[in-house]
């Protein structure tokens, strides 16, 4: 092959790789892609007796992963507080979520607590107990993005942290009977007010 044979095929190459790389350059991108796509998203909760703080980073539109930190209380009696890592899916678009955690919680409420007694007979007793141990916590809620896309949000949701640990009654006097491995239920109606950027 010779010389000006390579010398015009390299002259062609460059051409064709430099127009293509000038069409991409000025081909308009969706405007609506490039801004929708918020990374991150910080928030502070709020429950009817409790507070919690939230990071969320999304990796893709509709998935995303995250860590909370939390403490509620219903009426004083049923607690939960903790802190999980969790992952969250957008079936649609980002706005209704589905949500899935795992982590560390401790949980009050009432519930059945089974002993052996001093003499060996077994008994069960319905109070106020606690459960401390891992946590799965499913939820769901919604991400509403005030106007443009980041900035301020509204975030209510509800989750269930389902504790599994150990378990003993709360109420002083009874903590001399060993504690057991137990689960419980907790509740928590939130909502969330934050900044995505």
């Given at each position: 092959?010779?010389?000006?044979?390579?010398?015009?095929?390299?002259?062609?190459?460059?051409?064709?790789?430099?127009?293509?790389?000038?069409n991409a350059?000025?081909?308009?991108?969706?405007?609506?892609?490039?801004?929708?796509?918020?990374?991150?998203?910080?928030?502070?909760?709020?429950?009817?007796?409790?507070?919690?703080?939230?990071?969320?980073?999304?990796?893709?539109?509709?998935?995303?992963?995250?860590?909370?930190?939390?403490?509620?209380?219903?009426?004083?009696?049923?607690?939960?507080?903790?802190?999980?890592?969790?992952?969250?899916?957008?079936?649609?678009?980002?706005?209704?979520?589905?949500?899935?955690?795992?982590?560390?919680?401790?949980?009050?409420?009432?519930?059945?607590?089974?002993?052996?007694?001093?003499?060996?007979?077994?008994?069960?007793?319905?109070?106020?107990?606690?459960?401390s141990g891992?946590?799965?916590?499913?939820?769901?809620?919604?991400?509403?993005?005030?106007?443009k896309p980041?900035?301020?949000?509204?975030?209510?949701?509800?989750?269930?942290?389902?504790?599994?640990?150990?378990?003993?009654?709360?109420?002083?006097?009874?903590?001399?009977?060993?504690?057991?491995?137990?689960?419980?239920?907790?509740?928590?109606?939130?909502?969330?007010?934050?900044?995505?950027?």
């Amino acid at each position: 092959m010779k010389i000006h044979k390579i010398i015009a095929i390299f002259i062609a190459v460059f051409a064709i790789t430099a127009f293509a790389k000038q069409n991409a350059k000025q081909k308009p991108a969706n405007e609506e892609e490039t801004n929708s796509f918020i990374e991150n998203w910080v928030s502070g909760e709020i429950s009817i007796f409790g507070l919690g703080v939230r990071y969320e980073r999304m990796l893709e539109p509709s998935f995303s992963v995250g860590a909370e930190a939390y403490f509620n209380s219903l009426f004083f009696l049923w607690n939960d507080w903790g802190f999980i890592g969790f992952v969250r899916y957008y079936p649609a678009k980002p706005l209704f979520f589905l949500e899935l955690g795992a982590g560390y919680n401790y949980h009050t409420g009432f519930g059945k607590y089974k002993y052996k007694d001093t003499d060996g007979t077994e008994e069960t007793l319905s109070d106020w107990i606690e459960t401390s141990g891992f946590v799965i916590s499913p939820g769901m809620g919604f991400k509403i993005d005030m106007r443009k896309p980041g900035g301020f949000f509204v975030q209510p949701g509800v989750k269930l942290p389902i504790t599994l640990g150990t378990q003993e009654p709360v109420i002083a006097g009874w903590n001399n009977r060993n504690s057991k491995f137990g689960s419980s239920i907790g509740f928590i109606i939130y909502c969330g007010l934050g900044y995505g950027f």
